[in-house]
């Protein structure tokens, strides 16, 4: 992957600080794949990978396209994992590779399983944290589920902040956090999807020969995403009973939904939406394929934390389907909406844009409120300054 980072100064090999970066999902290994990068590219650090492997084929998906190196593979997840289960075979790898690798600072993303554990883990061997991705905050235990105890958890345990935007910078200071320990930088997302889209372009990148060849030139697309574990049961019921019968009033346009390998989302997406014409329902996609299915897409249907912050850079309307989100900015910026599950709810928010163009224009965002692709840049600078390799504002 080739990030343009600065150059190096020249640090001896022996005073190298060690950095141990720990993901497991796919979401993270996207926001951590270009700062990898950049560390590594930087040479002022000694830098490990540990994938815990919470997901398994989309977390490989990303290892492949972003060319990562990994150090340590955990290999924990099974199949229906249970929260708990999940957590404790997390603990108990992941002190394993503390031990052995005695870092000066593990760097970890998010709100995850991983990220929580992998902070525990970091903490109980009196190891420092890094939290990427910081301050992000519902006020909700409930929604997200788990995520939001996870962040709040990963906080308490945390030396240094990287917050992406002012607002979770706030949510820190309100719980106590040291402004001196927190550093405002964007969301490496971007950095993500910057690269990814000029990897595209440069390329001249289609889809090879399959479902998204055959998708009719023209046809507006509404790209649909869901995951969320307190959307299981009924909520996904009714997102699926909302898709069946915009599928059945728009016949012009064309649904297309990768559904998450999680078999309480798999069951009931396949048993009540299989078999429409109209409606694709895909395996998860890779990167490259999902970012041109949202260049595609004429609006976003959702329940994703990344893609609402992917959304806006791409200028395309996102309705999101949960109750709150901890991604403000896009709701003030007019480029993200939030529908909830209620299907009656949904398919009046989606026919609002579909039959009205001027409601999908409003919805256009000038500007990314979650980042500039900048943010890997600004988390080495901190990084560097944290370790006394360089003086400076990362700013
Ligand atoms: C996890 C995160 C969530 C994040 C989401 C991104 C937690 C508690 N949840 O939720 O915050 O938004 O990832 O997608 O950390 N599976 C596979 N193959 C895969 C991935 C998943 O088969 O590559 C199936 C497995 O049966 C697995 C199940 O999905 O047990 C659930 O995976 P898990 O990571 O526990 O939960 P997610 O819903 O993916
Ligand atoms: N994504 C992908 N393929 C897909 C669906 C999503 O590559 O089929 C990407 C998406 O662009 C974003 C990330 O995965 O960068 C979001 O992952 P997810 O929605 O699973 O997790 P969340 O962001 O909600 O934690």
Request: glycine share 6%; proline share 6%.
């Amino acid at each position: 992957m080739p990030l343009s980072v600065p150059s190096s100064l020249a640090v001896s090999a022996v005073a190298r600080p060690r950095l141990l970066l720990v993901f497991g999902t796919r979401p993270e290994a996207i926001k951590m794949a270009p700062l990898l990068h950049a560390l590594r590219a930087d040479g002022g650090f000694e830098v490990r990978l540990c994938v815990t492997a919470q997901h398994r084929q989309m977390l490989d998906e990303v290892l492949t396209l972003f060319e990562l190196q990994v150090d340590h593979d955990l290999d924990v997840m099974t199949t229906g994992q249970s929260l708990n289960g999940l957590c404790s075979r997390l603990l108990e790898r992941l002190d394993g590779v503390m031990a052995a690798e005695q870092p000066d600072l593990v760097l970890v993303h998010g709100d995850t399983s991983t990220c929580c554990m992998a902070s525990l883990a970091a903490f109980q061997r009196g190891i420092a944290v890094a939290h990427v991705e910081a301050g992000l905050r519902t006020g909700n235990l409930q929604a997200p589920w788990p995520e939001e105890a996870n962040r709040r958890l990963t906080a308490v345990l945390t030396r240094l902040h990287f917050a992406p935007t002012e607002s979770a910078r706030h949510n820190l200071l309100a719980e106590g956090v040291a402004d001196a320990a927190i550093c405002v930088t964007g969301n490496t997302v971007v950095d993500a999807l910057q690269w990814m889209c000029q990897h595209l372009e440069e390329l001249g990148w289609q889809p090879p020969a399959g479902t998204l060849t055959q998708l009719p030139e023209g046809a507006p697309l509404v790209l649909i995403t869901g995951h969320r574990r307190e959307s299981f049961g009924e909520g996904f019921a009714q997102i699926c009973q909302a898709l069946a019968e915009l599928a059945r009033r728009y016949p012009q346009v064309q649904f297309v939904y990768p559904v998450h390998l999680n078999p309480q989302v798999q069951e009931p997406v396949h048993r009540l939406l299989d078999g429409i014409a109209n409606l694709q329902l895909l395996p998860p996609q890779d990167y490259r394929h999902f970012v041109w299915l949202m260049q595609r897409a004429s609006l976003i249907l959702t329940d994703s934390g990344g893609v609402q912050e992917e959304a806006p850079s791409l200028h395309k309307p996102v309705l999101l389907m949960r109750t709150t989100t901890e991604r403000p900015e896009a709701l003030a910026a007019g480029c993200v909406r939030l529908v909830g599950t209620d299907a009656a709810r949904i398919i009046a928010e989606v026919s609002r844009l579909l039959d009205d163009p001027a409601a999908v224009q409003a919805m256009r965002s000038a500007s990314n409120p979650y980042g500039d692709g900048q943010a890997c840049r600004r988390i080495l600078a901190r990084l560097r300054q944290h370790f006394g390799l360089v003086q400076g504002n990362p700013a």
